[in-house]
Structure formats: C-alpha cells, structure tokens
C-alpha cells in the first residue's frame, strides 16, 4: 500500500491541470509543464474538490513504485508552475569567478581555460556576484540536474574547501600533511 500515492494531490489557485490519456499537462504563472506517465498508472483530475487522483491497476512491484513516483511528480509540477524552484551556488576560492555572457555562463574556477557552459531554455540564471550563481525555473529536475553540472565542473576539495559548492553546504576539511607532525 502506497501512502504517497494513495494521497491526493491538492491543485493550488491559478494552476490548471489538464489529463489526456497518459499526458499530464500542468499550467500556471511560472510557465508550463507536461510528462506522460506509465501505462500501470492512472490519472485523474477531479474539478469539484480540485484535486488530482493517481491510481494503479494492480499491486505488482513495479506499479506499487509507479503510484507513489507519479503523485510526487505531479505535485512538484504543480508547485513547480505555482511558486517555482531555486538553487543557489557559491564559488570558494582565490580568483574563481563566474561572469553570465548572454545565454552562457563562464566560470574561471583554477583550470587553464573558461568553462563556458550553455543555460538551459527554461531556466534563469543570475549572478549577483562574482562568485554566486542562482538557478530559477519550474522544473524541479532541470533545476536541480543544471545545478548538479556546475558542481561537477569543480567540486569542493577536502583540504582547502575550494571550489563549487551548494549555498550552505558544509565541506568536511581534512587535515592536511603539517597537522600529522
């Protein structure tokens, strides 16, 4: 029994959810989402209590896991589309910077060259300053995926904590060889 899935997800003011066949499309101040969801799944908008249902057709593993990954879908589209979704990230380090070139961002982050790296249609992007980056948009996977690719470029390392890192992230710094005498 899913508990997830068994709840309904409430369709919050200025939001329209519209279902036809396995698509599910989600429209609301902040833009406009669709996905299709699995055939063990079912989907159904009831206008009356504004609420989306989600069921499955049997209790096999599969569908148990679909049911609950479905309802926590849709309800991220719909919060998504609502207030929308937002990452921060903040470069440490002696001459890292990051500059935001038209649809591009470039980041000096200790390496030989920029990395230039291309901003997603369907996000936005801003740099406050020279070494934050905030990511914006209502698609809670994209937001999170084009943040995670930043990261990569130079994660955090452990003796100094240089690099990029999540807003309020804490690094574990390791001591380094001095610190064993």
């Not at 833009?31 to 989600?54: M, P, T, Y």
């Not at 249609?121 to 690719?149: R, S, Y």
């Amino acid at each position: 029994m899913s508990r997830i899935g068994n709840k309904p997800v409430p369709i919050l003011d200025g939001v329209k959810v519209a279902v036809s066949g396995r698509k599910v499309a989600v429209e609301g101040p902040k833009g406009k989402l669709e996905w299709e969801h699995g055939s063990q799944i079912s989907v159904n908008v009831d206008a009356d209590s504004k609420q989306v249902v989600v069921g499955r057709q049997d209790d096999e593993r599969q569908s148990r896991a679909f049911h609950g990954l479905t309802r926590a879908l849709v309800a991220n589209m719909i919060f998504g589309v609502k207030n929308g979704y937002e990452k921060r990230l903040e470069i440490v380090g002696v001459g890292y910077q990051v500059t935001l070139k038209g649809k591009a961002l470039s980041l000096r982050v200790g390496l030989a060259n920029e990395l230039v790296r291309e901003i997603p249609a369907g996000l936005t992007v801003t740099c406050p300053d020279a070494t934050h980056i905030v990511i914006q948009g209502c698609d809670k996977q994209l937001v999170g995926q084009f943040a995670a690719e930043l990261r990569s470029l130079r994660k955090p390392e452990p003796y100094k904590g240089k690099g990029i890192r999540y807003q309020g992230e804490q690094i574990k710094l390791k001591p380094g060889k001095a610190a064993s005498k």
